[in-house]
């Protein structure tokens, strides 16, 4: 009868483990096909390894008039060290870091109209497109930094996917913008693309 009970949990841990390996797997599988829809120079600032704690949301570009543009957004949580290390990378490349209330920020996919404002730097819009985002369901908050790697004017998906946002300047008609945002809170950092 031991011997039995003892086959029995293996047989239940061994289930638990390959599900779990499973779901590890299809997410890896989801990660690497939303990266895949875009350019790799667009991407290349994106984690190669997926830590445990994270988040995936994905606007393709095929959907992207829908929601004013396509992006992905991937959030994970790193240890102490790997956080410090990726904030510090950041400083020597001297990426400029900014709070998300800062008034020079023109949201993608926000309501806003920005008129001829032909200034500013594009970024998604974090908070209404997915108010629950980041590994402590959150938007980005007073504890988050915003360090924006690169954001340019112009066409940078195919024209059949490009939007018409009537609230953006003339300039940001269409464009990109990538970087990384952190929360010093939760060690978390929050990777993003958004293209319109």
């Known amino acids: ?3 039995f009970l003892i086959y029995i949990s293996l047989i239940f ?19 690497v096909k939303a990266k895949n829809e875009f350019n790799y120079d667009l991407t290349d ?33 790193l240890d ?6 990726t904030i ?32 500013g730097i594009p970024i998604p819009s974090f908070e209404n497109y997915e108010r629950d985002f980041g590994l402590n369901s959150k938007y980005l908050t007073e504890n988050h930094k915003i360090y924006v790697l690169e954001y340019k004017p112009g066409k940078f998906m195919e024209e059949k996917y490009l939007t018409s946002n009537p609230n953006l300047p003339e300039k940001w008609k269409n464009g990109f913008s990538r970087g990384i945002a952190t929360n ?13």
């Not at 841990?13 to 990660?31: F, G, Q």
């Not at 570009?61 to 957004?73: E, H, L, R």
């Not at 102490?80 to 290390?85: A, K, L």
Request: charged share 25%; glycine share 6%.
């Open 45 to 77: 600032h994106f984690p190669n390894i997926l830590k445990s704690n994270r988040q995936l949301s994905v606007g393709y570009p095929a959907g992207a008039y829908g929601n004013g543009m396509a992006n992905i957004i991937y959030s994970q949580e």
């Open 88 to 119: 510090k990378k950041l400083s020597l490349n001297k990426i400029s870091a900014y709070k998300p209330t800062d008034s020079l920020f023109i949201i993608i996919g926000d309501t806003l109209d920005y008129g001829k404002k032909d200034y």
């Open 13 to 31: 841990i061994i289930s638990c483990v390959s599900e779990e390996e499973k779901r590890a797997t299809e997410y890896l599988e989801n990660y």
């Open 1 to 3: 009868m031991r011997i």
């Open 80 to 85: 102490s060290t790997e956080f410090r290390n």
């Open 184 to 196: 010093e809170k939760g060690n978390e950092l929050i990777y993003w693309l958004c293209v319109w």
